[in-house]
């Protein structure tokens, strides 16, 4: 039998209205509202049912194979290093990885390590790693600006996007790592599987993006 049905993870908040926005202007979604409680929607004109996430369960979703498709941002997916297929780069969700830290960088006292403060270990490990520093990373979940500011690390590694957060906390970027903007994820058996739903779906994305 011919699966005719695409499972779709979408981040909650910021990234997921960007996302949203995305597939209604190639048709896709036009009933899905920006806002809604509920945490599973189905596009009846495309048979399409969409998953709404925390935006780092949207890697763990495509991954077990519940959702075919994700939509992610660069940083989350390559702090996961999920076994997973990058479609293609949306270009939305545009921001970028930077090291920032108090105005006035005190650097590291004799004999002690840097302590970074980061939601992205795995990500912060291998910069540091390329460029032969040693630097010790501490785990946060959330609001990392708050660590240097009392004392918990020397400096942060996180994503800035308008640079808000930093100033309102009197932080300052250190150092620009790379650019990161939105990713379409798929499950590597689902991508097999329901290719010609796969294929329909990044035509009509290719096609929106010349017009553009
Ligand atoms: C992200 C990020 C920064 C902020 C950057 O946090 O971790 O804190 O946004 O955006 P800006 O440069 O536009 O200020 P998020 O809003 O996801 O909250 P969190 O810190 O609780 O993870």
Known sequence: MRETRL??????????????????????????????RRLIMQDADHDVTYLFVKPVDVITYVEQGVADV????????????????????LG?????????????????APGKTWRIA???????????????????????NGSVELAPLVGLSDAIV???????TLKANGLE???????LSARLIANRASYRLKYP?????????DA???DA
């Open 118 to 140: 980061t939601k992205y270990p795995r990500v912060t490990a291998q910069y540091y790693a390329k460029t032969n520093r040693t630097v010790e990373i501490i785990k946060l």
């Open 70 to 89: 994700g939509i992610i941002g660069l940083d989350s997916l390559l702090e996961a290093d999920a076994d997973v297929y990058t479609l293609a780069d």
């Open 7 to 36: 499972i779709v993870a979408l981040p909650k908040g910021r990234l997921g209205e960007d996302a949203l926005a995305t597939l209604r202007t190639i048709g896709y979604a036009q009933n899905i509202p920006d806002k809604t």
């Open 197 to 205: 739903l796969f294929k329909a779906l990044l035509q009509k994305l």
């Open 173 to 179: 970027i250190y150092e620009e790592m790379f650019a």
């Open 92 to 108: 939305f969700g545009q921001c970028r990885f930077a090291v920032a830290g108090p105005l006035k960088k005190t650097g590291s």
């Open 208 to 210: 929106e993006r010349e």
């Open 158 to 164: 996180d994503i800035v996007e308008t640079g808000s």
